[in-house]
């Protein structure tokens, strides 16, 4: 069984948090030299509501060899109706803090969290995801934006307050409140609606844009500026709801508008095309007039607190932090340490608070002089292997990053985590199994471009130790390692080498066997004396220890995954037949009776993954894209459909009495489903 490998899971970074610790979470609480604090804001009060927060223990700092804590933050999983549990808190996408410093608000691929931004005790959560996040001017609002859906909900509740749906896909940054905080900003294709949140009413739509409006601004409460897909900025007066100016000078699109604390200086930045260069322009927000050109381009544009610095997001073999001088419009500094970032805030007390895909964190960061002064972790990277122990009470979690890998074995019933491995830079894991009495974890790692020697790793589950390492395919090329133990315990097989499979003697420590030829999925039957190897468009069957051939099963197309009943009476196979087919299936063989499929199970529309059977072998679950769909071997029908929605899912694995089905998901998390 092998997890997809429908998308390259280099974009996302990894760190695994399944449990938080309960005390007193030491801060920083100094101010950035050179960036003074601001006054605190006036908080309106929120209406009362029937909602509870979640009460949830103090993270604490762990040791580190850094000179800064780092602070695993505790989080209340988002349960999808119908499963039982979920792991991970999803991996990072933007961190904001509130205007009154009371709280920081962070987005995550499974949900938005609250949290006190003295403690980080989480305050609420909800499963509504955002890509972007802002605070309202009086801290009383968050607002968050994913895809078409705008949302605003209260700060302190977490109360829904009210939804937008907005026709275009990349909607506007929402960090488009009036300075009172009376009025909210978002685009709906060409036109911006400005949405009044005394009267719930809608006070004006502006058109005027070519194209969808991108970035949106207030300048003063009457004053909105506006960028659009169209390469121009638009000056509108809220009184009459008609353009006072369009300011001229960018060639892209305005993806970036922020405007200064005193709300004299307006800055936008407009992406590079393959007919413009990328620039950041800094005007007179009142004037109109242009004050200088950085030929840079800038996302998610911020002012300091005091307005003496601008930090912006730019692009250089990936996303980082650029600090500027905004008086000179000097490059003070290129937070370069701080790679692949997701978004940048300003909090009330100077610090920059920075997400990062690469590190999967998120980075406290002192402007003036580039340093991380506290980092807030917890966060996942994609799920590629769920495996569970052979007594169901432990599950293993392997999966893979942008920075590093993951793997992890856990108590299912504490969440504790009771082995912990990290590393592999740059490398991602393609496979991993634990041994039948759980003393041994192994993982096969998909090999990068450039030549290696190490491709499968063994583990000691115990002391941690590494037992042994086994050599790679030595090429140019990339291939996976494919990972399995005998269900005695027995051997190991794996496959590194592009021809080449090779079973292990887990007792003697030495090879025993090199078969040559088959380089696909493999699994080793019930009886732990044979084993089932996929060779392009066949499954091939070899006796152990000597590797003659016992039977062979064909498909029509080159087979994915394949996977074996534990009472060995049924093989399953996952062919793929192409991007062009509508037709995608999977095969059951009765592997004693012949060659002719039992069942050809249709219900997918995208490429099975995954596979694998329930303990006893009457079901069948098959992962394909967004769905799971439940098998019964005997009839061939389906039975249920799991995760029929947005997440993507990478491996499935039934646990030993099948009453519990594991799911392991691109967002960075497991869920885990009941089985009747």
Not at 39 to 54: G, K, L, R
Not at 481 to 491: A, I, L, N, T
Request: with cysteine; charged share 20%; hydrophobic share 40%.
């Amino acid at each position: 069984m092998k997890p997809s490998r429908l998308f390259n899971p280099g974009i996302l970074i990894a760190a695994l948090m399944l449990c938080a610790c309960a005390q007193t979470a030491e801060v920083p609480t100094s101010t950035p030299t050179g960036v003074p604090p601001t006054s605190t804001a006036t908080v309106s009060p929120a209406p009362t509501v029937t909602s509870t927060p979640h009460p949830t223990a103090t993270p604490v700092p762990t040791p580190t060899d850094t000179p800064f804590p780092v602070i695993t933050l505790p989080y209340t999983p988002q349960i999808p109706e119908g499963a039982v549990a979920r792991y991970g808190m999803g991996y990072v996408g933007h961190a904001v803090p509130s205007p009154d410093g009371r709280f920081l608000a962070i987005s995550t691929s499974i949900g938005t969290f609250m949290y006190d931004a003295t403690t980080y005790e989480e305050v609420w959560s909800t499963d509504l995801r955002a890509a972007f996040l802002a605070f309202s001017p009086d801290s009383r609002f968050l607002a968050g934006r994913r895809s078409e859906t705008f949302a605003l909900w209260e700060a302190e509740t977490g109360e829904l307050f009210h939804t937008f749906e907005a026709n275009n896909y990349h909607n506007l940054n929402p960090s488009v409140f009036s300075p009172d905080s009376s009025r909210v900003a978002y685009g709906s294709g060409n036109s911006v609606v400005v949405w009044n949140i005394q009267s719930g009413t809608v006070e004006t739509s502006l058109v005027g844009h070519s194209d969808e409006v991108k970035s949106a601004a207030f300048v003063t409460d009457d004053l909105l500026a506006t960028g659009g897909e169209d390469g121009r900025v638009v000056l509108w007066n809220l009184a009459s709801s008609e353009a006072v100016r369009a300011l001229e000078g960018h060639e892209g699109p305005v993806y970036s508008l922020a405007v200064s604390p005193d709300g004299q200086t307006l800055v936008t930045g407009s992406e590079g095309t393959m007919y413009s260069d990328a620039q950041t322009i800094l005007w007179g927000a009142l004037t109109g007039e242009k004050l200088y050109t950085m030929p840079v381009e800038s996302r998610d544009i911020t002012f300091s607190p005091d307005g003496t610095l601008l930090a912006a997001r730019s692009y250089e073999e990936g996303y980082l932090v650029d600090i500027w001088d905004v008086s000179s419009g000097q490059l003070l500094r290129r937070l370069d340490s701080i790679d692949d970032v997701i978004g940048t805030a300003f909090s009330p007390d100077g610090y920059l608070f920075v997400a990062s895909y690469q590190t999967g964190a998120i980075h406290r960061v002192d402007p003036t002089s580039g340093e991380t002064a506290l980092i807030l972790d917890g966060f996942t990277s994609i799920v590629q292997q769920t495996v569970f122990s052979s007594d169901g009470t432990q599950l293993l979690i392997a999966g893979s990053g942008l920075g590093e890998t993951f793997v992890r074995l856990i108590d299912v019933e504490s969440g504790q985590i009771v082995f912990d491995q990290t590393g592999f830079t740059d490398r991602d894991i393609e496979d991993a199994d634990i041994s039948p009495d759980g003393s041994l974890i192994v993982v096969g790692l998909k090999n990068s471009s450039e030549t290696t020697d190490e491709d499968v790793f063994l583990w000691d589950t115990a002391t941690g130790d590494l037992i042994e390492t086994f050599p790679g395919n030595n090429t140019w090329l990339s291939y996976y390692s494919d990972v399995e133990f005998s269900p005695d315990g027995r051997w190991l097989a794996y496959r590194s080498e592009r021809s080449s499979v090779t079973l292990w003697d887990i007792s003697a420590r030495q090879p025993v066997l090199e078969i040559e030829g088959p380089s696909g999925d493999l699994v080793f039957l019930p009886d732990g004396e044979t084993l089932a190897i996929v060779d392009d468009l066949s499954v091939v069957l070899y006796e152990l220890p000597g590797g003659e051939v016992i039977r062979e099963f064909r498909c029509a197309d080159p087979i994915y995954t394949i996977a074996c009943s534990p009472d060995g009476i049924y093989l399953a196979a996952a062919p793929d037949p192409g991007r062009d087919s509508d037709d995608v299936v999977v095969i059951l063989w009765d592997i004693a009776s012949g060659q002719q499929p039992v069942h050809v199970l249709h219900g997918h529309d995208g490429l099975v993954g995954n596979l694998d059977f329930s303990p006893d072998g009457s079901l069948l679950v098959s992962a394909a894209s967004y769905q799971a769909l439940l098998w019964d071997v005997e009839t061939g029908q389906q039975l249920e459909t799991l995760l029929d929605g947005n997440r993507l899912i990478l491996c499935v694995d039934f646990n030993s009495d099948g009453t519990r089905l594991a799911t392991g998901l691109f967002d960075g998390t497991v869920i885990i489903w009941p089985v009747e």
